[in-house]
């Protein structure tokens, strides 16, 4: 079993910044990609960020220039700092892992942290 459990999610002013991290624990060999997804009511879940094994990234677009995504292999962690906030970016902010346990490979997801940008 593995388990996902965010934190750094809260209320901040547009223009403002928020870092958010992310740990992985459990039955776990190696995690490939591990990222973030986020998700507005009414809208469907997308992506924001990922981080591959090889060290490569990936944004969205709306995110690009203000987001950066990091990772710590050793500790299993991954974190989102996010600056220039603006209003659009309140959401659910999920992570999500690709993990291979001894047992397997799947996605595993956290239970999200809420972010709310407004003044």
């Known amino acids: 079993q593995v388990q996902l459990v965010e934190s750094g999610g809260g209320l901040v002013q547009p223009g403002g910044s928020l870092r958010l991290s992310c740990a992985a624990s459990?039955?776990?060999?190696?995690?490939?990609?591990m990222g973030w997804y986020r998700q507005s009511p009414g809208k469907e879940r997308e992506l924001v960020a990922l981080?591959?094994?090889?060290?490569?990234?990936n944004f969205a677009e709306s995110v690009k220039g203000r987001f950066t995504i990091s990772r710590d292999y050793a500790k299993n962690t991954v974190n989102l700092r996010m600056n220039s906030l603006k209003p659009e970016d309140t959401a659910v902010y999920y992570c999500?892992?690709?993990?291979?346990?001894?047992?397997?490979?799947?996605?595993?997801w956290g239970q999200g942290t809420q972010v709310t940008v407004s003044s």
């Open positions: 999500n892992a690709d993990v291979e346990t001894w047992t397997g490979r799947r996605d595993y």
């Open positions: 981080h591959s094994r090889g060290g490569g990234t």
């Open positions: 459990g039955n776990i060999v190696r995690i490939n990609v």
